[in-house]
């Protein structure tokens, strides 16, 4: 019994250690307004890949994470986080978020302000998050 506990405790552990970058996920697909199904499903994809886990629990992250949201009013704190995995990994949350801003086939001046600042937070160039932009622009297009 006691070794399911501490199974259990360590499954949680591991599904926080993502919370700040699920969360920041969620305050971009929040940021203009209209957080649609679709944003949803790209975050319940990433939550899936990050943590090894089925749809199911995915959700359940995902409500987590989107109380988390609601409690912060700022970014510092997500992206502190973030700054502690290789350049790569930060380079994927930024490909993410973009994906999440033309989800609806557009960008507002809210979600290009917030990608530039959470670029500069990350120590990302305008010019790879210019590049990753344009990748996921043609990705749109190309479906």
């Known amino acids: 019994m006691i070794k399911n506990l501490f199974k259990k405790q360590k499954k949680e552990n591991q599904n926080d250690k993502y ?3 699920i969360a920041l996920l969620v305050h971009a697909a ?3 307004e209209n957080y649609t ?3 949803k499903t790209i975050i319940k994809k990433v939550i899936m890949e990050l943590n090894k886990i089925s ?3 995915s959700k359940k992250i995902l409500e987590i994470a989107e109380k988390a949201e609601e409690k912060s009013n700022q970014i ?3 992206t502190s986080e973030i700054k502690k995995y290789s350049m790569e990994f930060r380079l994927k ?4 978020i973009w994906k999440i801003v ?3 086939g557009a960008s507002d001046n809210y979600e290009s302000n917030l990608v530039r600042r959470l670029c500069g937070l990350l120590y990302i160039s305008d010019r790879d998050s210019g590049m990753i932009k344009s990748k996921v ?3 749109i297009t190309k479906k």
């Open 19 to 21: 919370l700040p970058i």
């Open 137 to 139: 622009q043609e990705n």
């Open 76 to 78: 510092v704190g997500f």
């Open 30 to 32: 929040k940021i203009d």
């Open 93 to 96: 949350i930024i490909e993410i």
């Open 102 to 104: 033309y989800s609806d």
């Open 37 to 39: 199904e679709t944003e």
């Open 55 to 57: 749809l199911d629990e």
